[in-house]
């Protein structure tokens, strides 16, 4: 079943559609009128079928060109691994319409995962429902593949760079991605803009 925040009137979802769409164009300095519409997806059963493949219960949510699909709330709990709360419903929403931003701003560049999922983990407010690590160690091997560590530690790691060095440095970082085809040269971009 497809939800447009414009066409169907889940107040809820609007709102959330609303809140995203302002603190997403704040935080990247934009103003994307793009239509972000919001897919809702029935069940594992439906997730699987889209996807092409049976999925870990895990998944319960992705970003795909302009169109957000996530996993029914009225099924949240039964058909995935998550807990439920309305804020974290939210969260993972705006987590999504992060990924469509993000898209928009790094010229259509998806690598490195930590820095598409620590950012879209960071803007959404999921670190609140993460326990802080005590040191960063695994994310960074995750520039083409996203594992465990990315959801876990890039988030932090990105508000430690906003932070620490402002959030402009990090913008310019993702804006420095269109030039990037390798890890060797992310590296050479990332130390010229941190120092």
């Given at each position: 079943?497809?939800?447009?925040?414009?066409?169907?009137?889940?107040?809820?979802?609007?709102?959330?559609?609303?809140?995203?769409?302002?603190?997403?164009?704040?935080?990247?300095?934009?103003?994307?009128?793009?239509?972000?519409?919001?897919?809702?997806?029935?069940?594992?059963?439906?997730?699987?079928?889209?996807?092409?493949?049976?999925?870990?219960k895990f998944i319960v949510a992705w970003a795909s060109n302009n169109s957000i699909f996530i996993l029914d709330r009225k099924n949240f709990i039964k058909e995935s691994s998550h807990k439920y709360s309305k804020e974290s419903y939210k969260a993972l929403i705006?987590?999504?319409?992060?990924?469509?931003?993000?898209?928009?701003?790094?010229?259509?560049?998806?690598?490195?995962?930590?820095?598409?999922?620590?950012?879209?983990?960071?803007?959404?407010?999921?670190?609140?429902?993460?326990?802080?690590?005590?040191?960063?160690?695994?994310?960074?091997?995750?520039?083409?593949?996203?594992?465990?560590?990315?959801?876990?530690?890039?988030?932090?790691?990105?508000?430690?760079?906003?932070?620490?060095?402002?959030?402009?440095?990090?913008?310019?970082?993702?804006?420095?991605?269109?030039?990037?085809?390798?890890?060797?040269?992310?590296?050479?971009?990332?130390?010229?803009?941190?120092?």
């Open positions: 079943m497809k939800i447009s925040s414009t066409e169907k009137k889940d107040e809820f979802i609007v709102k959330v559609h609303k809140e995203g769409m302002t603190r997403l164009n704040k935080f990247f300095k934009l103003n994307l009128k793009v239509k972000i519409d919001i897919l809702i997806v029935k069940d594992r059963k439906m997730i699987n079928l889209l996807m092409g493949r049976e999925t870990e705006i987590h999504e319409m992060a990924h469509v931003h993000y898209n928009y701003f790094s010229g259509g560049k998806i690598n490195p995962k930590w820095l598409n999922e620590g950012i879209s983990t960071f803007v959404s407010g999921q670190n609140k429902f993460r326990k802080k690590p005590e040191k960063f160690s695994k994310f960074l091997k995750s520039y083409y593949i996203i594992g465990e560590s990315v959801y876990k530690e890039g988030g932090f790691f990105v508000e430690f760079l906003v932070n620490k060095f402002g959030k402009n440095k990090l913008l310019k970082l993702i804006k420095s991605l269109g030039g990037i085809d390798s890890e060797k040269k992310f590296k050479i971009i990332f130390k010229k803009i941190y120092g």
